[in-house]
């Protein structure tokens, strides 16, 4: 089997892939430690917790926003499982034609949903990942990275408002039944959440323009059950496209 690591600013996703088959997948804090046996323990009890034993899995690969978490991840899984793991980073083969300034810039996340994107839905396409910021990524219809956009994402914006302003307080994050909020609560949600959706349905009207037509978009991220509803342009949801795209780079990578 191989193990996924998928590891965001706040959370970590953990997958374990049989063949194309993803059998499990599991969330947690991102613990931002340099300690490798805190990683293997929490490995560890995540592989428990689903019945599945360390030294199962013949491979593993990692992508992390967090760069200096790799040496610690790596160490953890080659401690717990006892195979090597493929980091996605400069020099990892992706198979995407990175058309930016500076390719080796653009983030792990960004780079293995854009890999899975091309291979499984038509092309143009464009990606929105709801995370801790929420990005919009650009795939021409020949597989190229052409660009994309980076915003604050709405837990991130909630919670900016409630340190900011004085008389805001902080809100759950869930669209209000009606964009006319009636309480400050619930203006907030709206402004939060509507806000977000509105500016995917503007900045894909844009990237409509700059293509010549209209791409498929697909919504991944822990945010996207929330926002891709609320949003006038039809959205896929794809809540583990990050995980596939990670074992298609593992495989143009395995030894």
Do not use: W
């Amino acid at each position: 089997m191989l193990l996924v690591l998928e590891v965001g600013n706040a959370t970590t996703t953990l997958g374990a892939f049989r063949g194309d088959e993803l059998v499990f997948t599991a969330r947690t804090a991102t613990r931002h430690t340099p300690l490798p046996d805190e990683h293997a323990l929490m490995l560890g009890q995540l592989l428990a917790l689903y019945g599945c034993a360390p030294n199962s899995f013949d491979g593993a690969a990692i992508s992390s926003v967090v760069p200096g978490l790799y040496p610690a991840l790596t160490a953890a899984v080659k401690q717990l499982c006892g195979c090597a793991a493929v980091c996605v980073g400069p020099g990892v083969k992706t198979g995407l034609d990175i058309r930016l300034d500076a390719p080796a810039a653009l983030g792990s996340d960004r780079v293995c949903g854009a890999v899975a994107a091309a291979s499984a839905y038509p092309l143009p396409a464009l990606v929105c990942n709801f995370g801790t910021a929420t990005t919009i990524c650009c795939i021409g219809d020949g597989g190229q990275y052409l660009g994309g956009c980076i915003a604050p994402g709405v837990e991130v914006g909630a919670q900016a408002l409630a340190d900011r302003a004085a008389q805001l307080p902080q809100v759950a994050l869930k669209a209000p039944a009606s964009v006319l909020g009636k309480n400050t609560a619930e203006a907030m949600q709206t402004g939060i959440v509507y806000g977000a959706a509105s500016m995917v349905d503007g900045m894909v009207a844009r990237y409509t323009q700059l293509l010549g037509q209209a791409p498929t978009v697909v919504a991944t991220g822990e945010f996207a059950p929330l926002i891709a509803p609320c949003c006038r342009t039809p959205l896929v949801q794809d809540a583990h496209l990050l995980l596939r795209g990670l074992r298609q780079i593992y495989c143009k990578n395995r030894r």
